[in-house]
């Protein structure tokens, strides 16, 4: 087989950011340490990239949601490190959970039956302090089924911690409650935007994910966090157009003079949604317009006031995240997670 050639868009994983990052967040936490949420492979930045730096700047405490997230996991850390947090939704899962060691996130009663079931062993279990998700609520800590369980890490989850909002102390006082009715080893609260709510939230874990990945749910962590993605496409094409003739699908853009424009190589397919559409790319320190409607695989660029700029040169998509956020109306968590599985 031939060699494939070098792609024309590439995802530029800023590790020393995301090393910074985690870093950063377990310093916050307090005399907590920071673990990582590493599922939907690493927000969509790729675990085989960032798990390795999370473990190697010192994280030992990974999150992922599905059972098919573990074995990309599974072979760059111990398996005790890893947490399910979907649980034990049925046997199977029972089983798998047993046979590797990775630890599931007990969810509900009923989990609680099939995990003692399938023999039981240490695991985590998340209790519903308000956001009515997953987890058992606070009136279940003392079922049969949950006394029976040997928890190692007792946690909760914040609905509005990127809101100063009362419910965030009001769930603190609800998990403090449940904390003295059932047994653990230890406590954890705090996702990314807990970790700026103050040390009273971190208690022994914090499971930040976004702000891993260069999110910023909290003014307060705006200094603190690095980007750390960098979407990056070439030019495929340059054309010149005239006054009247129009770019895209559904004509949506009109040139009123003469205009020299280019063809990226990165569409709504790799997750540049069609709400980019009036944003811009930068190149050779200038914005370049974006013109018309993102394509599956093409966005047209103005390139009238950047003539240094032409065919096989790199641009890239400003994509600072509070930023990008603004800009599409999307949200931080979506802007990474959208990612698509082209880039190089
Ligand atoms: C996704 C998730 C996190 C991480 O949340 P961020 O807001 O991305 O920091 C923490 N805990 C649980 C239970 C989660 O589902």
């Known amino acids: 087989m031939a060699d494939l050639p070098p792609p024309t868009l590439r995802l530029h994983i800023d590790k020393d950011a995301l090393a910074h990052n985690w870093r950063a967040l377990d310093r916050l936490s307090g005399t907590a340490r920071a673990g990582a949420a590493v599922k939907a492979d690493c927000y969509g930045l790729g675990v085989d ?3 390795p730096v999370l473990r190697d700047a010192g994280c030992r405490d990974f999150f992922v949601a599905h059972w098919s997230e573990v074995p ?3 072979g760059r850390v111990p398996a005790e490190q890893i947490s399910v947090l979907h649980g034990v939704g049925c046997a199977a899962e029972a089983e798998y959970a047993r046979a590797t060691g990775v630890r599931p996130v007990i969810d509900s009663v009923r989990q609680a039956q099939i995990w003692t079931e399938s023999g039981a062993g240490p695991c985590h279990l998340m209790v519903d302090t308000g956001i009515n998700r997953l987890g058992i609520s606070p009136g279940e800590a003392s079922a049969p089924a949950i006394q029976a369980l040997s928890v190692e890490v007792l946690m909760s989850h914040l609905a509005c911690a990127d809101e100063d909002s009362d419910k965030n102390p009001a769930q603190l006082g609800a998990f ?14 705090a996702n990314s935007a807990g970790v700026a709510l103050g040390s009273e939230f971190s208690f022994d874990l914090t499971r930040p994910g976004l702000a891993l990945y260069g999110g910023v749910p909290r003014p307060e962590l705006a200094e603190i966090i690095q980007q750390v993605a960098y979407p990056q496409t070439r030019i495929i094409q340059t054309r010149q157009i005239s006054a009247g003739e129009s770019v895209g699908y559904n004509a949506t853009f009109t040139a009123t003079s003469q205009m020299r424009i280019g063809v990226v190589s990165l569409g709504y397919a790799d997750g540049i949604l069609r709400s980019w559409g009036g944003a811009h790319f930068e190149g050779d320190g200038k914005r370049l317009p974006i013109l018309g ?10 390139l009238t006031d950047a003539s240094d700029i032409g065919e096989e040169d790199w641009v890239s ?9 603004q800009q599409t109306s999307l949200s931080q968590y979506e802007l990474l997670t959208v990612l698509g599985r082209r880039f190089g």
Request: proline content about 5%; hydrophobic content about 50%.
């Open 49 to 51: 990239t960032c798990l």
């Open 72 to 74: 990309a996991v599974l």
């Open 176 to 189: 403090r409650e449940v904390m003295n009715k059932v047994a653990h080893r230890e406590t954890s609260l």
């Open 293 to 302: 409607k993102v394509s599956m695989d093409m966005i047209v660029l103005d």
């Open 317 to 325: 998509l400003p994509y600072h995240l509070p930023d990008a956020a």
